[in-house]
């Protein structure tokens, strides 16, 4: 499918270029797309099916109108007379549609999911270390960014301290203390991934093959950043609780 591409701007919308999602003209089609065997992996990726490059900076307003008009067309009334395997065609288009969204609407899911297109499966994702915590009964270990090495450790010890000696004023003070400021690392990487948005964006309009792996190699020890620093500030608002 061919997607044109010369007048959209993302950030800019112009409403008479909305988004439309690709659907089968007829029931029949849409059947043969998605019939008995049917799988996820066989259809469009996200972005093509709301005919969207892919960008990290969306019209959310866009994507949402066209994703409830779709999902009229998708309704199960509108195929109650067609033959069953039409029926199971657009209930699998339907739930495609609705993970799409949900993906595309969230700006974090949004940067994982075009990730894993390029081939990037993030630490916390990693299917293999799911699979060994799920046998160990154990959590994730992830990989502690080196600069925050120290302060981990001492955080570390901290919330040992907590749960050993009670809640003692001068470790819960220190708590707080990192709380916040883990918390002011959370919204600066948040600025970061921003800024890496709009460097993706410009590189696929582009075609800047350099500046697209540059942009991509950097979101990915961004997120696992994110990821783990956001772990951090879990551990200490539960044992603050």
Not at 67 to 95: C, V
Not at 146 to 158: G, H, I, R, V
Not at 174 to 200: G, I, N, V, Y
């Amino acid at each position: 499918m061919h997607i044109a591409r010369q007048n959209f701007h993302p950030r800019h919308p112009n409403p008479t270029h909305a988004v439309q999602l690709y659907l089968p003209p007829s029931a029949q089609d849409l059947a043969v797309r998605a019939g008995p065997g049917y799988s996820k992996n066989s259809m469009s990726d996200y972005f093509t099916l709301f005919s969207l490059p892919q960008h990290l900076h969306l019209d959310l307003a866009a994507l949402e109108k066209t994703f409830y008009a779709q999902s009229r067309k998708l309704h199960p009334d509108r195929f109650a007379s067609q033959p069953p395997e039409a029926q199971q065609a657009a209930l699998a288009a339907s739930s495609q549609l609705n993970d799409a969204y949900r993906t595309l609407r969230d700006p974090i899911a949004r940067t994982e999911y075009l990730l894993s297109l390029q081939g990037i499966q993030l630490e916390e994702q990693s299917r293999a270390a799911t699979d060994l915590a799920k046998s160990t009964g154990t959590a994730k270990k992830q990989v502690a960014p080196p600069d925050l090495l120290e302060e981990a450790f001492e955080l570390n010890m901290a919330l040992e301290e907590m749960k050993m000696g009670g809640d003692d004023p001068d470790v819960r003070r220190d708590l707080e203390a990192a709380r916040e400021k883990f918390t002011a690392m959370l919204a600066e990487t948040q600025q970061q991934l921003e800024t890496l948005w709009t460097a993706w964006d410009t590189a696929v309009d582009a075609d800047d093959a350099p500046a697209k792996e540059t942009a991509k190699q950097a979101m990915v020890d961004l997120l696992n950043r994110r990821s783990y620093i956001r772990n951090l500030v879990r551990d200490v608002n539960a044992a603050l609780e």
